[in-house]
C-alpha cells in the first residue's frame, strides 16, 4: 500500500516546504528592523539583571551618553574637515 517512492517524494517535498517557509520568516523580519530591536535592548539594559535596579540605570545612562558623545564626536570631525 505504502510505495516507497511516493514517500522519498512526500518527504522531500515536505522538506521543500519547510525550507521555503524558514526563508519565508527571515526575509519578513527585515534587518532595519532586526537592528532597532537590537539597538532598543542595548539601549535599554536588557543584558542585565532586572532585579538590580542600580546597574540597569547605570547601565543605560552610560550607554546613552556614549551614543550622545558619538554623535557629538561625528558631528565635529563632519563640521571641522568638511
Known amino acids: 500500500m505504502n510505495d516507497p517512492k511516493h514517500d522519498k517524494k512526500r518527504q522531500e517535498a515536505l522538506k521543500a ?3 521555503v517557509q ?3 520568516e527571515t ?3 527585515s534587518t532595519f528592523a532586526r537592528m532597532a530591536h537590537r539597538a532598543q535592548d542595548h539601549l535599554g539594559a536588557a543584558d542585565k539583571d532586572p532585579d538590580d535596579q542600580i546597574e540597569v540605570w547605570g547601565t543605560r545612562i552610560g550607554r546613552v ?3 550622545i558623545f558619538a554623535i557629538g564626536l561625528v558631528i565635529y570631525l563632519v563640521t571641522t574637515y568638511l
Do not use: H, K, N, P
Request: aromatic share 0%; net charge negative; proline share 0%.
Open 27 to 29: 526575509i519578513a523580519d
Open 65 to 67: 551618553a556614549g551614543l
Open 22 to 24: 524558514a526563508e519565508s
Open 17 to 19: 516546504i519547510d525550507r
